[in-house]
């Protein structure tokens, strides 16, 4: 398929990832300038109320749901590029994570800030972090709630590079 063949994106750019003969490739930016990148992600976990509480309390065979999961996410989040085929490697990257306890769902919100100066996005990073530590979450405190669900993974805000800044709130 010719590159003007190429289907649009939602945005109306080609599809990066597809070589002009439709095969997948990994996309050159080499060219690409470097510029501070940030993105930040989020998503959620509900349970019942008493896994939460337990959480909450530290009463987790398993150890402290929490921080283990605060540390798969970052780590999570590094490895992207060995996770996602056609993601880079991003050294440098800085990842903060926020772990909110939420009765009203009942369950945990994970919200994770990735940045980089670099010459490629951090969002699939947030993405993987979030996802990771929420994974994480359910490992560890399954015995407590099998019917736990993760939910609501997506991006809230991209700023940096040639198409700028985006928010989910815009």
Not at 124 to 148: H, N, Q, S
Request: overall charge negative; aromatic content about 2%; hydrophobic content about 45%.
């Amino acid at each position: 398929m010719a590159a003007s063949d190429q289907e649009k994106t939602a945005g109306g750019g080609r599809l990066t990832h597809l070589a002009p003969d439709g095969h997948a490739r990994m996309v050159d930016v080499s060219e690409k300038s470097i510029s501070q990148r940030t993105a930040i992600a989020e998503g959620r976990i509900r349970m019942s109320p008493e896994a939460l509480d337990a959480i909450e309390a530290g009463n987790v065979e398993k150890g402290d749901v929490i921080q283990v999961a605060r540390l798969a996410a970052i780590s999570a989040g590094k490895r992207t590029g060995d996770l996602i085929p056609l993601c880079h490697m991003l050294p440098g990257a800085s990842f903060t994570l926020d772990v909110t306890m939420d009765r009203a769902l009942p369950g945990i919100v994970m919200r994770a800030e990735v940045k980089v100066a670099g010459q490629t996005g951090v969002e699939m990073e947030a993405l993987t972090a979030v996802t990771v530590g929420l994974l994480t979450v359910y490992d560890m405190a399954k015995a407590l709630d099998r019917g736990m669900m993760i939910e609501g993974v997506r991006i809230l805000l991209k700023d940096g590079g040639k198409s700028g800044h985006w928010s989910a709130n815009e």
